[in-house]
């Protein structure tokens, strides 16, 4: 036990404690949740079926975070290299005998589920990477940093070839953050972004055609007026129309006549905005701020290297989905399928995303060794 | 793991590392922070500053974007005759936001128009993928009665309108339904399949033939009105327009007239015909007959004549041109004849002794001539004019099957022909690697003997045909079939040609005395004494090279006779023919069969000669 952390050699007081539940964390999850189902009642159209079958998945969320939140950290870093290998061999097996649907090859059937081995590597790549870089001098090298560069890019290319671009960029993102957090110098991070600038054209010379086009419609919405920049012009107009106060609960005339595309899974948050005006927005902003803030915060305490690197990526993940999410339906970025976290119904992210919190708490809830 | 954790990284300054780590948390907390108020500010520029603009929008103006379909590209023949048009039809459409029962309105619908079951499928599926259009479609291509009874009773039906559109239409009917092809309504498959905002508006798409193969060319470019439209739905302006984009028209290398009396010349056998310019590779008619008219399949056929269509002996939707598989018969001669001159297995001037029957060495079975007395000795050219079965049996027993196989597979047997529409089989060209892979047993030599005139294993596609007599008239130069000669512009008229496509393949050639040997046995089949087709090449103007073959439908045993008259018409021999002319210049090849036609000449030969004949003569006025 740490002299130096008295809190954490007192005996286990209370429930949350001897479950290894972090409370602060726990309570802006399950607000962020309640939001979750009061706006899925009305995006969905007052179906009672789709809220129990959201029910059921976040209560199998929940249930996960438990079940990760008991496992010491130093177990998960033990497991970190079999987990990455595992969700690699995964990775190449499924365009050999992935399932396909529509058009693209991501899921795996291993008999009794359906599984998304890109999923599994949302959190193999950042364990992996916290525990490669955690044990070794920092910040970093530039040989080290060229490894994990490595290890981002081998999975990263994998999942892109399936193709699923938007996971792509946020395992890319996941990978990345650890290395940002890991103290790496400025001046690689300079150079990796002027090596990318440079190699973007070049990459754009080796894509089909309708690779190319399919990027410019994703760059440039308003090409395809039928298709994707429809979804953004009638999101925008919901959210816009919500005002500061919003439109009232069930009230949101652009969701009740069918204008928002998706408005259960990846635009739920023009179903919201619509109906709950800036001050709903604000309460969410918040909601979500704060859980950000508590990640960090098990970050900044965590007890060494590699639960610092792992709860600072994880959480920036986190963060990552909401802006890229909130950015979208808002028409600050293209479309891309990323669900606002908690609050979109369903979704196998969802259950990956509540295992990371589940570290998170075991991270701050383990008794902590020393190094 | 460990071992590779170098001492430099176990002496480190854990306490700096940590405060390195601890300012980047910041840095992160602080770009999150940032990210935070960027995306709030653009909420409030939507919800605050901008909340009139997207209110007005929201709630008494709708945008709706309304797709434009593209006009679908027309076809013509090489003559320009006219094969697939658009037609102005009208339709109903119902637009859901402004009914108020949907189940009622149907109902009452359905006894002014005739609405179908399927009508209704279409409809409720449409309904629930709506998406940018507003009207819902429920009936195309109303008749005029139905059109006026619904103009009277308009005032019953709310949100029910008529829309004009068009409807595509096949003028020619059936003797272009196998070689066009026909559009259908889109199907869910499609819709998977395609996936884009192009089909939008499109109610349309290609189903079979040069329809489905073009289907990109003809289809066009969707087009689009963004419309302001207030809350009771009328439209108020249009903000906006890009119109849409036609599809391209397509000319046929197919001549309609050489088509079509193909088809009167097959008359009410089964059969198919197909003819080539053997230099292009263009086709110059495909016929596979009975046909069937392709007009009800565009809207959809009514279930009970689509049944009718399907359970007829005739199988009249088959494409016997591209996907009958047949066995060549003697047609295979004169390619099984070059093979033994270019392998050096034999010479023009060998004779074989045939008295009527052929068995191999130490083996007791006989192996019959068609001509029961025998053809006594026989060269090559008269093997291939009297069309020998024995001189063949013996040749193909020294070639073997497999320098055989090698040998026909340059003419494009037993591989597709590339041909520019889907569907084409591959017909069968046996090996002994084949057998092996395919039964799972060796190949027996009597196998091999049979090959020789073109039974046993060995299939082809009167397709397939039709490319091997165009390669032997350009003495080896297979060049790939092609339906559709240019690609034209509707707007501008600008005709892009098809970039001449190269040879697919070209048999290397060693002498062409031994392509004249061929070629002359087959001018011999026509205008030759004894040539099995001279009835169909007497008093030709121009020279014809051909050769007939007869297919047997099922198995003769040892020493039977078959006699046509007492065999059941569908178990008589089909009758095959392929050909190409003039000798000297060919300019048509061609390939005829008749199933149960009974024999090549009788039946297949006189239809070929009558369309070289239209094809290559000035028409008489």
Redesign the interface.
Known sequence: MNIMEPGYNKPARGLAQKLHMDLPLLTGLLLLSAVGFVVLYSAGGQNEGLLLRHAMRLALGFGLMLMVAQVPPQRLQEAAPWLYGAALIMLAAVPLVGDQAKGAQRWLDLGVIRFQPSELMKLALPLLLARYLGRRRLPPGARRVLVCGAMIVIPVALIAKQPDLGTAVLIAGAGLFVLLLSGIRWWIIAGSALLAAVATPLLWHFLHDYQRTRLLIFLNPESDPLGAGYHITQSTIAIGSGGFTGKGWLNGTQSYLDFIPERTTDFVFAVYSEEFGLIGVLLLLALFTSVIARGLYIALRAPDHFTRLLAGSLTLSFSLYIFVNISMVSGLMPVVGVPLPLISYGGTALVTLMASFGMLMAIHTHPRKLV | ?YAR?SE??RL?D?IR??R??????FV??AA??L??F???A???Y???L??E???T???NN??S?V?IPPARGLIYDRNGVLLARNLPAFGLEVIP?QVADIEATLRALHEVVAISPADVKRFRRLLKQ???TRGVLLRLRLSEEELARFAVNRPRFHGVDIVAGVTRDYPLGASTAHAVGYVGRISEDDL?QL???NY?GTTHIGKTGIEQAYEDVLHGT?G?E?IETNAQGHRLRIL?R?PARAGRNLHLNIDMSLQQLAGQELGGNRGAVVALDPATGAVLALVSQPAFDPNPFVNGIEPGDYQALQSSPDQPLYNRALRGQYPPGSTIKPFVALAGLELGVTDAQRGTFCPGWFQLPGQERRYRDWKEEGHGVMDMTHAISESCDVYFYELAQRLGIDRMHNFLAQFGFGQKSAIDAPGELTGLLPSSAWKRRARNQPWFPGETVITGIGQGYMLATPLQLAVAAATLANRGVRMPPRIVSTIENPLTRNKLAQAALPPLYTVPSGKAANWDTVITGMTEVMHGERGTARGSGAGAAYRIAGKTGTAQVFGLKQDEKYDKDKVPLHLRDHGLFIAFAPVENPRIAIAVIVENGGSGSGAAAPIARKLMDHYLLPSVP
Not at chain 2, 20 to 25: A, G, I, P, S, V
Request: no cysteine; aromatic share 6%.
């Open positions: 793991m954790i430099s990284d480190r854990y590392e940590t390195l780590l601890q300012n980047r948390m992160a907390a999150v922070l990210l935070m960027v995306v709030l653009r909420l409030i939507l919800q605050v901008n909340q603009h997207y209110l929008l929201s709630q709708r945008i974007v797709a936001e709506k998406r940018t998977d996936g884009d905002s939008s969707v689009f963004q906006k890009t």
